[in-house]
């Protein structure tokens, strides 16, 4: 299962019924699980942990040294999920000492066309990075994010579960889950209503979402009143807690 041209590292361990095409290298420190498939011109440096079931389409660059003029060599990791798909030319750097000193991904994301995630970042389960989507070093992206094309984060900022970022938003500030935001700099523009009834997501949550939305968004409070207002509108629920969690820990300030 291993192309004639591609060079596999005697370091790097492959699981059962891995796939690596033609001119593809496999470096040392890289673990690879059942069921991948490599394209042809990858590359998979290491030290990397790869689960199972991912994908990896042509001229992909995954696990290379992180883009940190403060790193130096030190030996820093990169770790993936399972059934991750990753488009022609997507990028994913490795972390470095001045955080983690790990890049992590969860499982089942579909990475597109040109898509960069930086250093340190870490990615939750179901997403979607469009063409050319770009997260910078520290950023955290939460489950079923959606990144429109174009859209750029700013280092450490964090993206909330649920959101929706239009094409080419330009985000510098953290986005709370939920969301919708366009437009350079990005704004909010309302609940991301359609992704949620595809989730599953009950009348009366999202009822209870759409006060929270308004509260932080129409009523002119400060954030602080908005979190207290929205804690109070259903105490058990959980989406609502997700949120309010997450405006109290918001490092660089939330769109507005």
């Known amino acids: 299962m291993i192309h004639p041209t591609a060079q596999v590292d005697a370091d790097a361990r492959l699981g059962r019924g891995v796939e690596v095409g033609p001119y593809s290298i496999i470096g040392p420190g890289?673990?690879?699980g059942d069921g991948c498939v490599i394209g042809p011109h990858v590359v998979i440096r290491g030290p990397s942990r790869i689960g199972t079931e991912n994908r990896f389409f042509q001229f992909c660059s995954i696990g290379d040294a992180p883009q940190d003029k403060k790193y130096a060599g030190e030996p820093t990791y990169l770790e993936i999920g399972d059934r991750n798909v990753f488009r022609?030319?997507?990028t994913v750097n490795r972390g470095t000492t001045q955080d983690r000193g790990i890049t992590r991904l969860g499982n089942d994301n579909w990475i597109m066309i040109g898509a960069?995630?930086?250093?340190d970042c870490e990615v939750g389960n179901h997403t979607i990075f469009s063409n050319n989507a770009s997260i910078a070093g520290h950023v955290m992206v939460g489950d079923h994010a959606i990144l429109g094309g174009f859209t750029?984060?700013?280092q450490f900022c964090k993206i909330g579960a649920h959101c929706f970022t239009a094409m080419g938003s330009v985000i510098s500030k953290d986005v709370p889950p939920y969301v919708l935001v366009s437009g350079h700099m990005a704004a909010p523009h309302g609940l991301n209503t359609e992704g949620l009834k595809r989730r599953?997501?009950?009348p009366e949550v999202l009822r209870l979402l759409r006060q929270s939305y308004k509260l932080l968004y129409k009523s002119g409070l400060p954030v602080e009143?908005?979190?207290a207002a929205i804690s109070s509108l259903d105490p058990g629920c959980p989406e609502l807690?997700?949120?309010t969690d997450f405006l109290r820990q918001a490092s660089r300030g939330i769109v507005r």
């Open 241 to 243: 807690n997700y949120l």
């Open 152 to 154: 750029l984060v700013h």
């Open 200 to 202: 599953g997501f009950s």
């Open 116 to 119: 960069h995630i930086a250093h």
């Open 225 to 227: 009143e908005a979190i």
């Open 30 to 32: 890289v673990e690879i």
């Open 88 to 90: 022609e030319y997507v």
